[in-house]
Nanobody, 125 residues
Framework: QVHLVESGGGLVQAGGSLRLSCVASGDTFSSYVMGWFRQAPGKEREFVTTISGTLGVRRYADSVKGRFTISKDNAKNTVYLQMNSLKPGDTAVYYC??????????????????WGQGTQVPVSA
């Protein structure tokens, strides 16, 4: 069992920045594929970004490319989501997710077995 705990959410004005953190349990974090997804009110959960375990290959949704950056600190078992130039359309609950057996950094939520509880990010106009 892997536990994921997100933090860093909160109200931010449009154009502002925020950094989310997700701490994972486990001894082999460096091999985990870690992803961020989000769910806006009344909408389905959608892919935001992911990073592979060994090589650190990153993928981003088109809607956040150039504004969001995912990074991984294996020494701290932590993955980060740096969000810049935030827009009201980024308002959502952000979830951290993990695939603990490595593999490709995929964009489909069902590929990820472990999920955090989510952290809210409201962006005001």
């Amino acid at each position: 069992q892997v536990h994921l705990v997100e933090s860093g959410g909160g109200l931010v004005q449009a154009g502002g920045s925020l950094r989310l953190s997700c701490v994972a349990s486990g001894d082999t974090f460096s091999s985990y594929v870690m992803g961020w997804f989000r769910q806006a009110p009344g909408k389905e959960r959608e892919f935001v970004t992911t990073i592979s375990g060994t090589l650190g290959v990153r993928r981003y949704a088109d809607s956040v490319k150039g504004r969001f950056t995912i990074s991984k600190d294996n020494a701290k078992n932590t993955v980060y989501l740096q969000m810049n130039s935030l827009k009201p359309g980024d308002t959502a609950v952000y979830y951290c997710a993990a695939k603990i057996y490595g593999g490709l950094p995929t964009t489909s939520a069902p590929d990820y077995r472990y999920w955090g509880q989510g952290t809210q990010v409201p962006v005001s106009a």
